[in-house]
C-alpha cells in the first residue's frame, strides 16, 4: 500500500477542523475541486472512507476521527516546530559561533561587536580563538575570520579590515647583543620566534616581500607558540625576532619598547574577511553580526 503523503494529512485534518471543503481550500490556498482530489486519493490509499460528505456539512468517520486524534498532535508539534524555526530568521535569538585567530578577534571582532550585543540584549555571541583553519561547517561555526586568501572559495565573504602588513621585530637590547641583520638571510642566525599552526607539521614560515622579490624564511629559536600575543610578549622581554601583523607591534615601536627588522621586507596581505557558508541559510542573528564586522572596514 503507498504510504500517506503529509500533505494529505495535512488536507484531511484541516477539512475536519472546518467541517467544510470550500473554507479548508481558502485556508490551504488550494481549489476546492484539488482538495477534495487529495482526500479521496487518501481515502484509497488506506482503504476506507475517512470522511462523510453531504450538501450542508463535512464530519469524519470512526475510522477518520481515530486517524486524527492520532496524527493530529503530532502535525500540531511540528506546525510549531517549524513556525520556530522559520522566528529564528526574523529575531537576532540563539547563539552565532564565530572562528578567529586571537589577533583579529581581538583588534577586529570583539571591538566591533560590542555596540550590537548592547542593542541587542537577546543575541549570544561565542567567540572561540583559533588558528587552525576550522572547517566552519564541519565545527558548526556561523563565521569565520581570516586573511582574505585564507577563505575557502566556496564560501561567502566580505572585507572587515583594510590591508594587513606583517612585520619583524625585536628589542633594542636584543638587536645590540646579536649579529648584524642587512639580508632576509640573516635571520637564519637569529634567535627566532616561531608561530605553529594545528593545521601544519612545520612551523610557519615568515614571508617577505621587497618589489618584486618575495622570500619564504624557514627560522629557528627557542620559543614557539599558536598565539600572537605569547610572541609579541616575548619579543618585549628580549628572546628573539618576532613576525607579527605591524598594527600589534605600532605602539610598543613607538614606545622604544621593540624596533622594526628588515622594514623594507615587510609584505602587504589582503585583509582580513568575514565568511559564511550559504546566504540563503543565514539567519538574521548571522547577518547582523556580518553586518556589524563590515562597519569601518576603510
Not at 14 to 20: G, I, K, L, N
Not at 170 to 178: D, Q, T
Not at 206 to 235: C, I, P, S
Request: charged content about 25%.
Amino acid at each position: 500500500m503507498p504510504s500517506p503523503d503529509l500533505n494529505d494529512l495535512v488536507a484531511l485534518l484541516t477539512v475536519a477542523r472546518e467541517r467544510s471543503f470550500t473554507r479548508a481550500a481558502i485556508q490551504l490556498g488550494v481549489s476546492q475541486s484539488s482538495l477534495s482530489r487529495t482526500v479521496t486519493s487518501l481515502e484509497t490509499k488506506l482503504g476506507m472512507l475517512l470522511l462523510i460528505r453531504t450538501t450542508r456539512s463535512v464530519s469524519t468517520t470512526e475510522a477518520g476521527q481515530h486517524l486524527l486524534d492520532s496524527v493530529s498532535p503530532k502535525l500540531e508539534e511540528i506546525e510549531a516546530e517549524l513556525q520556530a524555526v522559520a522566528e529564528l530568521r526574523d529575531r537576532p535569538v540563539g547563539t552565532v559561533r564565530i572562528s578567529a585567530t586571537d589577533y583579529a578577534a581581538n583588534q577586529y571582532v570583539w571591538p566591533k561587536l560590542q555596540g550590537l550585543l548592547r542593542e541587542r540584549r537577546e543575541l549570544h555571541i561565542e567567540l572561540i580563538n583559533d588558528y587552525g583553519f576550522s572547517n566552519i561547517v564541519a565545527e558548526r561555526f556561523d563565521v569565520g575570520v581570516r586573511l582574505g586568501d585564507q577563505v575557502e572559495k566556496d564560501m561567502i565573504a566580505v572585507r572587515i579590515a583594510p590591508d594587513e602588513i606583517f612585520s619583524i621585530v625585536a628589542a633594542p637590547k636584543h638587536l645590540k647583543e646579536s649579529p648584524p641583520l642587512d639580508d632576509p638571510r640573516d635571520l637564519t642566525a637569529h634567535n627566532c620566534i616561531n608561530l605553529r599552526l594545528p593545521t601544519r607539521d612545520t612551523l610557519m614560515p615568515w614571508e617577505l616581500r621587497k618589489g618584486k622579490h618575495r622570500m619564504e624564511v624557514k627560522v629557528t629559536g627557542q620559543l614557539v607558540f599558536n598565539n600572537a600575543y605569547q610572541m609579541m610578549d616575548a619579543a618585549l622581554k628580549g628572546f628573539g625576532l618576532a613576525y607579527v601583523p605591524k598594527a600589534l607591534a605600532e605602539q610598543n615601536v613607538k614606545a622604544g619598547r621593540l624596533c622594526w627588522v628588515l622594514e623594507d621586507w615587510f609584505p602587504t596581505v589582503t585583509g582580513h574577511h568575514a565568511y559564511y557558508a550559504t546566504r540563503r541559510q543565514s539567519s538574521l542573528a548571522v547577518r547582523l553580526v556580518i553586518a556589524a564586522l563590515r562597519g569601518n572596514t576603510a
